[in-house]
């Protein structure tokens, strides 16, 4: 599918899971959305910057199942989840947070910034039965002030149950972040009917928008409960007032903007987004897990040390073998672009992929299993 619209570095891509193929109109989008109306628009630049804005959160939205108005951009995951966690009302009998080992180090090190604040962060165990709501019980205790649980895990690619740790989380008042950046673009998501607190991603990944294109998806009914402290004259309900001594905040997910926005990344990443949109997510990610399948089903069951069974699983997997180096030589000989974790071969699929680069990828594995 689209293999043709993309760039690629080597002749079998599987690198998706940290830096999404760059679409071969990822260069005209910018000039349209950010270097022609600077060129010419002049006065009238910033009413042609801010429509960019608006077109990414409005071609984000159904790749998101959300409302555009409710999609604030953001530099990257980090600085997003940051700026929830200083936001979010006090609470003295809540003074936990939980999320899992298995989460990427970034979003610990963000959170880990609430200790000075007096919480205690809980790590949940990591591994396959992070696809268990049950596993999640201790997210939803009376002391919790927020959990996040992350959609897809980037080594285990294990998939959580969000719906229901979000279900459960609002039943027990319990604040919940979803971290969607392995799977937006590549999974369905639904956050809508899902009805979390909060979610984060990147158009890095998946959406094949490169970096600096993130997000913040915020529940209207929770973020009026939340004051942002990093904020700016656009986290402002009238940023044009220019009253310096007047702040009220911004209605819903806007309140989380801050500062004047990045436009570049924004107008790129609307490349990517309209490659997936021409397919839809469920019939991209349908096409990611037959792929998978052949690829699980050729090699040893013990060569597979991340998800394998069909429905919990995201689109990657990690491959152990004998010796990584050589296996790594080997691969790239074969043009075959990956990275690493844990010693072993990550890899991951994607709409661009096919049952070619599947085989190419076996025969240059198997020697190495």
């Not at 042609?48 to 959160?57: G, I, K, N, P, V």
């Not at 690493?340 to 990828?361: F, G, Q």
Request: a neutral charge; glycine letters at 8%.
């Amino acid at each position: 599918m689209e293999r043709e619209k993309f760039y690629f570095p080597g002749r079998h891509y599987f690198l998706s899971h940290s830096v999404g193929a760059q679409p071969k109109t990822h260069d005209s989008a910018v000039a349209e959305g950010y270097t022609d109306p600077w060129r010419s628009a002049g006065a009238d630049v910033w009413g042609a910057w801010f429509q960019t804005l608006d077109q990414f959160r409005g071609g984000l939205a159904p790749l998101v199942g959300a409302d555009a108005e409710d999609i604030c951009v953001q530099t990257n995951v980090s600085s997003a989840i940051s700026k929830i966690l200083f936001s979010l009302p006090e609470r003295t009998r809540r003074r936990k947070i939980v999320l899992t080992e298995d989460d990427f180090p970034t979003v610990g090190f963000a959170l880990g910034q609430a200790r000075r604040m007096g919480y205690e962060l809980i790590f949940l165990p990591g591994g396959k039965q992070l696809a268990d709501p049950d596993a999640w019980a201790p997210a939803f205790d009376d002391d919790v002030q927020l959990v996040l649980a992350t959609h897809i895990y980037s080594n285990s690619s294990v998939m959580a149950p969000v719906a229901e740790i979000s279900r459960r989380a609002r039943e027990r008042g319990v604040f919940c972040i979803l971290d969607i950046a392995q799977a937006v673009g590549g999974a369905p998501i639904h956050l809508k009917d899902w009805a979390p607190d909060f979610a984060v991603g990147t158009s890095l990944k998946y959406l094949c928008g490169g970096p600096g294109a993130a997000f913040l998806w915020a529940a209207r009914d929770t973020a009026v409960r939340c004051a942002p402290l990093d904020v700016g004259w656009f986290s402002h309900e009238a940023p044009f007032e220019l009253d310096i001594r007047r702040f009220d905040y911004a209605p819903g997910a806007a309140r989380y903007l801050g500062g004047t926005p990045s436009i570049a990344p924004f107008a790129g990443a609307q490349a990517g987004q309209q490659l997936l949109a021409a397919h839809g997510v469920k019939k991209i990610y349908a096409h990611n897990q037959a792929l998978l399948s052949r690829l699980l089903g050729a090699l040893p069951g013990d060569a597979v040390i991340s998800a394998t069974r069909e429905g919990p699983r995201g689109n990657a997997a990690l491959i152990k073998v004998q010796d990584y180096d050589k296996a790594a030589a080997a691969l790239s000989k074969a043009g075959i672009i990956h990275d690493t974790r844990l010693n072993a071969v990550r890899v991951s699929i994607h709409l661009y992929n096919d049952e070619a680069d599947i085989d190419a990828l076996i025969k240059a594995l198997t020697p190495h299993l």
